[in-house]
Every structure is written in structure tokens, then in C-alpha cells.
């Protein structure tokens, strides 16, 4: 990777970072320290489906102020090398999926505020790993060989990677854009059950006060 | 002034040991943020480490140097994290209006506010960054002298100073304004900036954090004091002088604006 291709993917991640900074985890972690989660889950909708749509308007406002106005920057202010056409199309569409996998993470760590209330230094911890392992520091490509291998098996490279190689990475053909297309939907049925499961577990658990 | 110092020091004694009970009622997350610090750190190095594994050295820096620097400036934030943590909760405390409690008490509201939080969490960093520090003092063989070890604390005290008094001045626009949390989080999020020589950002951003949002002060040019012996003289006389000039002057602000909050009418 040159500078240039450092930089662009260097920035996007960052600004991915950004968009996809709702504090779900944090925000179910208030409501449980404050007793109104009682209220919440009395309405009939349910829980995830109601986080999710609450802190929507976030990830939109986020897109609009922040996501896109960086790209048409790298793009046509610092003329980075980013691809253009039909990528665009996938990138949103990876973009879209790597938040809904990220929405599942968020969940799961701030439903553990059933158990234990606060989550502070979960979502933190959270955050850096993800941040780190997914290539959010340094781009996956600079990584040593070995680490590499091993993250190829993860599902973090799913969240800040794979969006951002469909959008600089030149030597990307359609096959392998619908493949990596492919690894994040798995990654997301894989993790968005597993909140299912841990979500239906702990709300047998939940024990509050006041309201 | 002696036994009012006394009588302020025994409170701040007090207030940390209710906030540690406090902490301890969320034990798992307390737990759980221990290690989170210990991981978040040793993530920062191992980039660090990863990144000198394709790029030998960065404008003539070398490893052990920007090692210096980033251990350097690990001790640095770390007394913005254990003794001023509160100022994240001042937008919730005034928009609430829960910040009228710190009114009620014939002390001063500036030591009351922010000593009520002590984050304990900060010791693990503060730790990393001696060890950090200290292994590349001995891998750069810089000599372990009295003077090198004085101008190590001075210069320690004054850039973190200057981070407290940047996120105190943040912290306190929002007696105007209310809601600042996003200007909170974007000072914060320039601490990633200290941890680098400035010398490798364009002209523009240089002049940026040395005059306009002084983040170099915090560890670069402190940390260039041990790595590149010019002109290191004056430095050191600026340095205690700008860290004391800023926190004055973020007091001030805050303190004005405190003046200001009439509550919320709950």
C-alpha cells in the first residue's frame, strides 16, 4: 500500500467509525440503571427492533453529514484513488450490512447491562478491539502475515475492511465483491442470532427498580 | 491558606473514597473497565509496533523514540482521567438541572464539581505509560540524571495542564450552550494527536496544535526536551509557564460560566 492508499483507507475508516457511533450499548445501559426500561418493554414491539429504529435516525444523520461529505472530498478535493461506478452501489450496500452486524455487537454489550447494570468498560473495550482487529488503526493489509491468517477467520475484518477495500481496492471484480458480500451477511445471521439468543436469555433475568 | 489547603486536601479524601464505594456498586463493569484500560493501551502499542514492521522509521523518528512519546503521553492524560472525568457529565448535570446541588455548599464549586469523581480506571493507563516510558528511557540510553528526572516531572505536570485545561474550556461552553458533548468528544479524540511528533503533519496542522489548540505542548515538545537536545532550555521555561497560564485562564472560564446557570425551574 502507498500513502496515498493509506490515507484514503486511513480515513474512511475513521470516518465509518463516525457513522456508526450510536451508543446503543450505553443508551440500553441508562435505561436499565434508571428503572425505564419497565416502560419500554411493556410496549408491543419488540426490544431490538425498537433500539434499532430509535437510534436510526443517528446513523442517517450521521451519513449525511459525515460520510458523504468526506467521500466526495477524497474524491474530488484531494483526487484520491477510489473506485468509482458500480462501487459506489456496493460500498453502500456493504456499508449497510457492516452496521447491522456492528448493531448486533452494540446490542449484545449493552443488553449484558441486564446483568451487571453498568457497561462502561465493556463498551470500551468493545470499541478498541473492534476498532484494532477490524483495521479501524491500521489498514489489515499492513498487518504481519500471521495475524493476517488468523484474522481472515474473525468476523471483525467484516466491519471496517471489507467496506473500505470494495472502495479503494483496484484489483476487485464483481465475483469477489458479491463473495465478500457474501462472508458479512454470514457473519451478520451469525451474529444477529447469537443477540437473539442472548437477548431471549437475558430478559428472564431482568431484575429493576423503580420506573 | 495552609489550613484551608489542609481542610481541602482531607475533603478530597473523603470524596475519593464515596466514589470509590460508589464505583464498586457496579462491580463487574468496575472489573471489566480495568481491563478494558489494560487492553485499550497495549492495542495503542502493538499498532505502534505493527506499523515499524513495514516503515523502519517515520521522518527520521526511530521506534524507541515514538515509544517515548506515546508512553509519555499515556502518563500525561492519565490526570485527566482520574481527577477530572466529571466534566463529561456536565451537559446532562445542566440540562437536568441537577447542577444546582453543587451551589449549596460553602466550598469552592470549581474543586467540589470535579472532585466528586475520582476514575480509578486511569491508574492502569498511568502504569503503562511509566513502564512504556521507562523501557524506551533505558532502550535510548538517555542518561537517568536528578535534572533529567526534574525536568521529567515538570514537564509532566505542565502537559497534562494544558489536556485538562483544553477539555475544561470545552466542558465549560456548556453553560452557553448546553449540549457539548460533540465538541467534547472532537478535543478529546485530538489526544490521538499527541501521541505522535508533530513535525510529521502538514505546515498547516502544526501551526494548528502548537498555537491555536496548543496539543503539542502536551507530550511532543516535552518529550523532544530528552530526544533532541536543542534548544531545550527555553523549553523548559515555557512549558510550566503555558500548562499554569492555560489552567488559569480554563478556571476562569469555567468558574464565569458557573456564575452564569440559573437552573432549570425542577
Known amino acids: 500500500m502507498n500513502f496515498e492508499e493509506t490515507f484514503t483507507y486511513l480515513s474512511l475508516a475513521t470516518v465509518v467509525f463516525g457513522l456508526f457511533q450510536t451508543w446503543i450499548d450505553w443508551d ?16 408491543p414491539v419488540d426490544f431490538q427492533i425498537y433500539m434499532f429504529f430509535k437510534r436510526l435516525p443517528w446513523v442517517i444523520l450521521n451519513f449525511f453529514t459525515i460520510t458523504f461529505p468526506t467521500v466526495i472530498l477524497l474524491i474530488f478535493v484531494f483526487h484520491m484513488p477510489i473506485n468509482k461506478g458500480i462501487n459506489i452501489f456496493f460500498f453502500f450496500i456493504s456499508i449497510v450490512i457492516s452496521y447491522l452486524i456492528y448493531f448486533s455487537i452494540d446490542f449484545i454489550v449493552g443488553v449484558t447491562a441486564f446483568y451487571t447494570e453498568s457497561i462502561w468498560g465493556l463498551s470500551m473495550t468493545k470499541d478498541a478491539i473492534i476498532l484494532f482487529l477490524s483495521g479501524g488503526v491500521i489498514p489489515l493489509p499492513l498487518f504481519p502475515e500471521n495475524l493476517r491468517r488468523v484474522l481472515e477467520f474473525l468476523p471483525f475484518k467484516t466491519i471496517y475492511h471489507m467496506p473500505i477495500e470494495i472502495l479503494i481496492n483496484k484489483n476487485l471484480n464483481i465475483e469477489n465483491i458479491i463473495y465478500s458480500l457474501a462472508v458479512q451477511i454470514f457473519w451478520f445471521l451469525v451474529i444477529f442470532s447469537l443477540s437473539r439468543f442472548y437477548y431471549r436469555h437475558a430478559e428472564t433475568l431482568i431484575k429493576m427498580n423503580g420506573g | 491558606m495552609w489550613k484551608k489547603f489542609n481542610y481541602y486536601l482531607k475533603l478530597y479524601y473523603l470524596f475519593v473514597i464515596q466514589d470509590i464505594k460508589s464505583k464498586m456498586q457496579y462491580r463487574i463493569d468496575f472489573y471489566i473497565s480495568s481491563i478494558g484500560m489494560i487492553v485499550g493501551n497495549l492495542l495503542g502499542i502493538l499498532s505502534l509496533s505493527i506499523l515499524f514492521k513495514s516503515i523502519p522509521n517515520i521522518l527520521g523518528w526511530t521506534y524507541y523514540e515514538l515509544l517515548f512519546i506515546y508512553g509519555f503521553s499515556l502518563i500525561v492524560l492519565s490526570p485527566l482521567q482520574l481527577f477530572f472525568d466529571n466534566l463529561w457529565n456536565l451537559p446532562t448535570y445542566l440540562i437536568t438541572g441537577d447542577f444546582i446541588k453543587y451551589y449549596l455548599k460553602p466550598i469552592n464549586i470549581f474543586f467540589y464539581y470535579f472532585a466528586e469523581i475520582f476514575d480509578i480506571k486511569g491508574i492502569s493507563q498511568l502504569l503503562i505509560g511509566i513502564f512504556t516510558l521507562f523501557y524506551s528511557w533505558k532502550k535510548l540510553q538517555i542518561e537517568l540524571s536528578i535534572i533529567n528526572i526534574g525536568i521529567l516531572i ?17 466542558s465549560s461552553v456548556a453553560f452557553w450552550v448546553l449540549n457539548v458533548t460533540p465538541l467534547l468528544n472532537f478535543i478529546f479524540r485530538l489526544r490521538e494527536y499527541t501521541k505522535y511528533p508533530i513535525d510529521i503533519f502538514d505546515p498547516f496542522l502544526r501551526f494548528i496544535f502548537s498555537f491555536v489548540i496548543p496539543i503539542a505542548f502536551v507530550a511532543y515538545y516535552p518529550s523532544k526536551i530528552f530526544l533532541r537536545h536543542s534548544n531545550n532550555n527555553l523549553l523548559v521555561l515555557i512549558l510550566p509557564f503555558i500548562g499554569i497560564s492555560l489552567f488559569l485562564i480554563a478556571y476562569k472560564i469555567w468558574t464565569k460560566g458557573a456564575k452564569r446557570y440559573t437552573g432549570t425551574g425542577v
Not at chain 2, 155 to 169: A, C, E, Q
Open chain 1, 28 to 43: 440500553i445501559s441508562q435505561l436499565m440503571i434508571n428503572g425505564d426500561i419497565s416502560i419500554v418493554l411493556t410496549k
Open chain 2, 154 to 170: 515538570v514537564s509532566i505536570i505542565s502537559g497534562s495542564l494544558v489536556m485538562i485545561s483544553l477539555m475544561v474550556i470545552a
